[in-house]
């Protein structure tokens, strides 16, 4: 009984502790930021979610210096890719101009740069790996 | 015109009036590119880091005593990097020039605008951004039309900054002494990246009115001369028309939708046009004081470039100049194959009509052609801008054999007077501006300044006119020790 008891409970702790042996964290680094204000208004995403409008997870990370952090817990490991824009305003909404173009600095992951249109997947995408990660992102 | 300015100019090099004042320069003529024709000189690039300060000749005449001040002028001026050339004149990166002229003396220097095109096509040696007519690389990014800006139309001075225009991104705003670039103008946070075309109208009190197209939608902006955004408004045109020019009398705004459209502006631009005479020549005409208070006018079905500029008379009834095509003058190799030294005769057959448009309070607009085709870069007295006027000066003078024009020609709309000064052909003429002189009265009372392109000696030369005598030749002439690339538009400050 005491050796059932134990084998359930460690099966239950390994059941529990499954995901998070196989999770990852991935901290996004923003730098750069030109205006200290405001937030930076962060997504992320995988391929399913990058072309709509869900993200795995985002945050909003208020501008106190040049740079912000954001650590993301208990990712899958694989290829995610980072949006966001800086909302320098705080109305919460990226702000355009009478013809649609952004006004509020935004970036990629990777740094990526779109052609006539946000930038690709291909060109935005990154590892997460099961040791976590680290990524930077460089406003211009 | 005398014996002795006919002599230096087809001399190439002062003779007679210019020998005596010993200004002659003794520039080394600069041959032709191998295989190339002489005018090919107007199509070659410049330096990549511009041209220094360098102070000109005074090769002939007499510099009129109240000249003072500075002449801008922008064009596209990298036209080849390697065996590769631009795909479309329109597309080259800008080069702003200051020709400082005071005490008699004139100074040219130059500089490329500092635009992301420029950097990143400099960095790899290669043309790379799409434009106007070329498609460009899959590698180079573009997030926004500032991207592929390459500032190479026209110049402003507000308030003492400069700010080289292009027509579909920011102006870019430069040092007016240095001619270092500074950046994309941001007029107001709302309106960062928003087109500032390249055909700004200032009134005569200074403020500025401009348009952004993007399509129908066109914006209007109204600048005061402290370079101050007053106010800006939308307006919608009803069709994608190409818009590089409009014009405006003291309460109105013009815009005129020629039948020429782009439904789709994706590089390469031109490849987008789409010629639609049923529609006319359509005029959206704007109230200043309300954007909302609109009404439109109908002429012909006419393609253009250029405007000169309104007026408006007691009963409404608006007037003002342009220069008509009857069918577009691009798509056919204007503007791509001269880069290469070629010129499509085809490109050339097809000659606009200095014309004026007669808008009546109600009712069809009438076109009043006059007798001058060929025509281009029509130029008004700024003082005399959205007033009744009747003096418009343009180049004139093309030959069906080579691109470019040889001649100035003043129009006196009231008499139907025209007053002609033909270099020849062995120059290229380029737009002249209006400069008031000093205390003078009337429309007549103004220098003539503008650029010539010496094809015998290959240097560049600036040339000033009294705008009364025009057919008696330049008064004036400085010349450079060198040439460089024909250009578009410019500014007097």
Known sequence: MTRLSSLIAALSTCLIAAPLASASDLTVTVEGIAKQQGS????????????????????????????????????EPGEYAVRLYHDVNDDGEMNTNPFGMPTE???????????FGPAKWDDAKFSVEAEGTAHTITMN | ?????????????????????????????????????DWHLGYRSAPAGGFDPAPMTLAFGKVPADLKGSLYRNGPAQMQYGDEYASHWFDGDGLIHRIAIEDGRAVHQARFADTKKRREEQAAGKFLAPGFGTLGDESFSVEGPDDVNAANTSVL????????????????????ATLETRGPKTWRDDLKGMPFLAHPKVEPDGRVWNLAVGGERVG????????????????????????????MTDRHLIILVQPWVNE???????????WQPEHGLQMLIVDKDDFSNQRWAQAPARMFFHTGSAWEESDGTIKFDVVLYKRPILGVGGGAAEIRGEWNAAAGDEHGVLTQVVIPPKGDASLVESAIVGGEFPQVHPQYRGQQRHLTVLTTGVAANRPGTTAITMHDWASGDRATFDFGATRMVEEFLFVPKSGGSSEADAWLIGTVLNLKAGTSEVCVFDAAHVSDGPVCIWQADYSWPLGFHGTWA
């Not at chain 2, 190439?12 to 041959?31: E, Y």
């Not at chain 2, 507000?158 to 040092?175: H, T």
């Not at chain 2, 902006?221 to 919608?236: C, H, P, T, W």
């Not at chain 2, 789709?264 to 789409?274: D, W, Y």
Request: charged share 20%.
């Open chain 2, 157 to 176: 001075v507000v308030n003492g900054e400069l700010l080289a225009l292009w027509e579909a991104g920011s102006a870019f705003a430069m040092d007016a």
């Open chain 2, 264 to 274: 789709n502006l994706r590089p390469p631009v031109v490849a987008g046009f789409e």
């Open chain 2, 220 to 247: 209007i902006y109204r600048i005061a001369k402290s370079g101050q955004l007053e106010d800006f408004g939308m307006v919608n045109i009803g069709r994608a028309a190409y818009i590089h020019d409009w014009t």
């Open chain 1, 40 to 75: 930076i208004m962060l997504g992320l995403f995988d391929e399913a979610s990058y072309e709509g409008d869900g993200a795995v997870d985002g945050a909003n990370l208020t501008v106190e210096g040049d740079s912000v952090t954001v650590t993301f817990e208990g990712l």
């Open chain 1, 105 to 115: 600095p935004y970036a990629f992951s990777n740094d990526a740069k779109g052609r």
């Open chain 2, 1 to 37: 015109m005398d014996l002795s300015r006919r002599h230096f100019l087809e001399a190439g090099c002062g003779v007679g009036l210019a020998g005596s004042l010993g200004a002659c320069v003794s520039a080394s003529p600069i041959p032709a590119a191998p295989g190339m024709p």
